[in-house]
């Protein structure tokens, strides 16, 4: 039977501005589930939500259609919405368009990017091999999937960009349920500096070849880990 989400013990209520509530608390509401803050199939008390967001229940509400569009919330007549499941079954396709579409985008961002957006690149991938090294592993997955998103910026195609943030968050999820189990830290740093180094010398066809393995192998190694969990423990459910 799904467990109760219990926000009461969370941090001080969030001070957000009036100005886009609903989309601030949906990126909030984003991060507790993919970090596992909101487990996958537990209710949402909107009361106990709203005041650990510090926003009212009608944009909380409107969060929630947010994130039921990108898939991490269940909408359900007369009942309390529930944190959804994770769609292992789900994940190769997932990273199968996710792989077509940062392709896409690097070979774009070969083309399009200023050298200040390559510099930037530069020190992020910079700061997580520093993480990477230190064995951070939080800090470094926060700026993987940075890099990953300033990539697609950097390709100045709005509709590409909004493709990628409807998948991205699902994509996250999966990634920071398997994170302490991952074994791609290695392959996964050096994949990106074969990316950066394509992306410096404008070369979008290779960037993009590159940028589509990296995502698939990610979606293949995700695999392998639930199905290690599982013969781990018959009785998780990811």
Same mark, same amino acid.
């Given at each position: 039977m799904p467990k109760t989400v219990d926000? @009461? +013990?969370?941090?001080? *209520?969030?001070?957000? @501005? +009036?100005?886009?509530? *609903?989309?601030?608390?949906?990126d909030r509401m984003r991060t507790m589930i993919i970090k596992g803050e909101l487990p996958p199939g537990s209710r949402t008390q909107e009361t106990q939500l709203s005041k650990s967001l510090g926003v009212s229940r009608t944009p909380l509400r409107e969060a929630m259609k947010v994130l039921a569009a990108e898939k991490l919330i269940e909408l359900r007549p007369n009942r309390s919405p529930r944190i959804a499941n994770l769609d292992v079954k789900g994940i190769p396709q997932l990273f199968e368009a996710l792989a077509g579409i940062e392709r896409l985008a690097a070979e774009f961002a070969a083309e399009r990017a200023t050298d200040n957006d390559?510099?930037?690149?530069?020190?992020l991938q910079t700061r997580m091999e520093?993480?990477?090294?230190?064995?951070?592993l939080e800090d470094y997955f926060s700026?993987?999937?940075?890099?990953?998103?300033?990539?697609v910026r950097m390709a100045r195609n709005t509709p590409l960009q909004q493709a990628h943030e409807t998948l991205i968050s699902r994509a996250e999820r999966a990634r920071y349920l398997a994170l302490g189990?991952?074994?791609?830290?290695?392959?996964?740093?050096?994949?990106?500096?074969?990316?950066?180094?394509?992306l410096e010398a404008r070369d979008g066809e290779a960037a993009g070849r590159l940028l589509r393995l990296h995502v698939q192998r990610t979606g293949t190694a995700l695999l392998e880990v639930f199905a290690s969990q599982r013969l781990n423990n018959p009785a998780a459910s990811p």
């Open positions: 926000v @009461k +013990r969370a941090r001080k *209520p969030l001070k957000l @501005k +009036r100005m886009g509530l *609903p989309q601030r608390a949906a390559l510099q930037r690149l530069r020190t520093g993480f990477y090294r230190d064995g951070k700026i993987n999937g940075e890099i990953h998103c300033t990539i189990a991952d074994r791609r830290w290695s392959d996964s740093v050096d994949e990106h500096a074969g990316i950066l180094a394509a």
